[in-house]
């Protein structure tokens, strides 16, 4: 299984740092920064990172932009590269930000980007929270919490990544600050938004038992968090399995074990549907899919809820589906990834990769999806 790498590099990041600009916000500081012999960092803080993941590139490939802006650094190192972007000569914010839309169309498993805050504001305007990103500091401005704290840790999470390690997702701030005010000697930060962003796992456990999660308080965890950012207007298929039922339990439902209940504005519409059913109720409608992993077997597609049928899942959209489980029980498979067997091979392909898991309230990990 290929894990999906985007790489987007702002080639004129850091250039004002080392000729007392701080910044290269604009063309016209950039071009003033080169004028004064700036030497540009970008690439070579870039190389950094990804020589961490040399011995793992049968394991990956990089999508990313032509020339400077990901491209000669990636195929320099022996990477498998695809271009998915060609850029401007001289590249701008808005290559930067075309480039993030094409890989999100795209669906990769994380946008590695090199650069400063402006850029991470780049980032953050097209991407939004759809894919988790991760920064390599190669700006003058690293205000923001979204940047590893060197290329080369940046290049251990993607390790992690790849390995297929448990790696939590939480939300960190952009921010950034007025230049013109700082070389004047005043800092004014603002935040512009937040994106997700992979880090070491952590293990926010509701209650210590023996250094253990105990289980049964995180699936409370787990269900008031997954009530609590439902959608009004909204049908949520929930799917079986006693994770799911902590979930019905929470809203207050009855609930089918190891059937396929469907739920509208925290109001059950109908329980134990077919496959025929699901379609029917939901056709035309938003839709989101609530599931969990057999546990010991990690199957989320193919064992018990055959009810989920291709056409239903294709319908919802791979972003509407929300997996929920205790790490414990992703830990039990001992880094074996999540399954699909949904009977249709072309749809099996399309859901490998890595997805968000929800393991407690606002607690997410990024987990292999093979087949």
Do not use: W
């Amino acid at each position: 299984m290929q894990f999906k790498l985007g790489l987007i590099i702002n080639p004129l990041a850091g250039l004002g740092g080392t000729v007392a600009l701080k910044g290269s916000d604009g063309a016209a500081t950039a071009a003033k920064a080169l004028a004064l012999g700036a030497q540009p960092k970008a690439n070579s803080r870039t190389k950094a990172a990804l020589e961490v993941l040399l011995p793992y590139k049968n394991q990956l490939t990089i999508y990313t932009v032509n020339g400077d802006m990901g491209e000669h650094c990636a195929k320099a190192l022996g990477f498998k590269v695809q271009v998915i972007y060609n850029s401007n000569a001289i590249t701008t914010a808005n290559d930067t930000e075309q480039a993030v839309k094409a890989l999100k169309e795209l669906g990769v498993d994380l946008v590695l980007f090199a650069g400063g805050d402006g850029t991470a504001r780049n980032i953050c305007h097209a991407v939004e929270d759809t894919i988790p990103v991760l920064g390599i500091p190669a700006g003058c401005k690293i205000h923001s919490g979204v940047y590893a704290i060197t290329p080369k840790a940046a290049g251990r999470v993607v390790e992690m990544l790849v390995k297929g390690d448990l790696v939590t997702l939480g939300d960190a701030d952009v921010m950034d600050i007025d230049e013109e005010a700082f070389r004047q000697g005043t800092v004014k930060a603002k935040r512009y938004g937040e994106m997700q962003v992979p880090s070491e796992v952590r293990y926010m456990q509701a209650v210590k038992n023996g250094g253990k999660e105990t289980d049964e308080l995180v699936l409370v965890d787990i269900a008031a968090y997954v009530v609590s950012e439902m959608d009004e207007d909204t049908f949520y298929i929930m799917g079986s399995g006693s994770t799911v039922a902590a979930v019905m339990e929470e809203m207050g439902l009855e609930n089918t074990l190891l059937g396929v209940d469907l739920v509208k504005d925290q109001t059950l519409i109908a329980q134990d549907l077919t496959a025929v059913q699901l379609l029917e109720h939901t056709q035309g409608q938003k839709t989101k899919l609530v599931i969990t992993l057999i546990g010991g077997q990690g199957h989320i597609f193919g064992r018990g809820n055959q009810q989920l049928s291709p056409a239903l899942i294709r319908a919802i959209g791979t972003n509407n589906i929300i997996v929920i489980a205790t790490k414990t029980k992703l830990q039990a498979l001992n880094g074996r990834p999540l399954i699909c067997d949904t009977g249709d091979s072309s749809l099996d392909d399309e859901l490998t990769g890595y997805i968000k898991v929800t393991c407690g309230f606002n607690d997410h990990i990024m987990y292999a999806v093979g087949y």
